[in-house]
């Protein structure tokens, strides 16, 4: 009996944390790696600062989705999709909560003091834009703006981390990301577009309505155009802006057939973009 109860509640805090759902820790280490793969020097010393990135993803997505949930308690009852959450459903308790995010950020306070001290600083200054997060949707049509600002922080941390500042090439990267997290976080947030409306809640998709592609399309088209220039700059090779090329058409044919009006269409095109954080990191670490 005893061994049942903690099995139960392993499992609520693995739902709470989106264990079961490893696309927002890609989609949150994709663009540190894309740092990492854009100075592509020391290879093999950068290994544990791959395997730092992908361990902190982890930590700060599941703290980030424990800090959203804490705040939308009372939205998330009234979302479909969201209403089976462990907190929503009032399956685990709020103390209980609020310790495994204490537990969480120390030991993401571990792994950033791995980090130089800028590094450390610039990762400790993003903390009030976590949790400004969950409110943007109160008050603002771009969430998913305040979404990639978020996301892509680990960018501007390689920078630091190597060159000791915020280099330009590295600023473009960030400012790249940030759209394609705008692309795919609007795709995302067509899932719940009904229930948006009817709660007053916010979002890009919300705002685009059924001009939603176009949007996203071009979202998508900065990212890779940003993607392509960095490859080029850095590789000084013509074949890199043939490839880009490539990738653009081939990736702009599959997402054309994203359904805005389709809950698992969005869902689909959404986990799509693990294979896009795939191909751009392949891109610049060869080019």
């Excluded at 979404?147 to 920078?159: A, R």
């Amino acid at each position: 009996m005893f061994y049942k109860i903690n099995s139960n509640k392993l499992q609520l805090f693995s739902d709470l944390i989106r264990l079961n759902k490893p696309i927002g820790v890609f989609l949150l280490v994709w663009p540190c790696w894309f740092g990492l793969a854009y100075i592509h020097n020391y290879e093999l010393e950068l290994i544990r600062w791959y395997l730092y990135f992908i361990i902190g993803a982890f930590l700060m997505r599941s703290a980030g989705c424990i800090i959203n949930d804490i705040v939308d308690i009372n939205l998330d009852k009234t979302v479909k999709r969201t209403a089976s959450r462990p907190l929503a459903s009032n399956n685990i308790s709020l103390t209980e909560i609020i310790s495994l995010l204490i537990l969480i950020l120390l030991v993401s306070l571990y792994i950033l003091l791995q980090f130089n001290i800028y590094s450390i600083f610039l990762g400790l200054f993003s903390l009030p834009l976590i949790f400004l997060y969950p409110f943007l949707k109160r008050y603002t049509y771009w969430p998913q703006l305040g979404l990639g600002l978020v996301f892509n922080w680990g960018v501007l941390i390689v920078s630091v981390e190597f060159s000791f500042i915020i280099s330009y090439d590295l600023l473009i990267l960030y400012i790249g990301c940030v759209f394609w997290t705008l692309g795919y976080d609007t795709i995302y947030a067509y899932q719940d577009i009904e229930d948006d409306v009817k709660n007053n809640i916010k979002s890009t998709a919300v705002l685009f309505g059924e001009k939603g592609k176009k949007f996203v399309m071009f979202f998508y088209g900065i990212f890779f155009t940003i993607i392509g220039l960095l490859g080029f700059y850095s590789s000084k090779s013509y074949l890199s802006l043939i490839v880009i090329f490539v990738i653009i058409v081939v990736i702009g044919y599959c997402l054309n057939k994203w359904k805005l009006n389709s809950v698992t269409s969005s869902n689909y095109y959404f986990k799509f973009n693990n294979i896009i954080g795939l191909v751009s990191f392949l891109y610049l670490l060869i080019f």
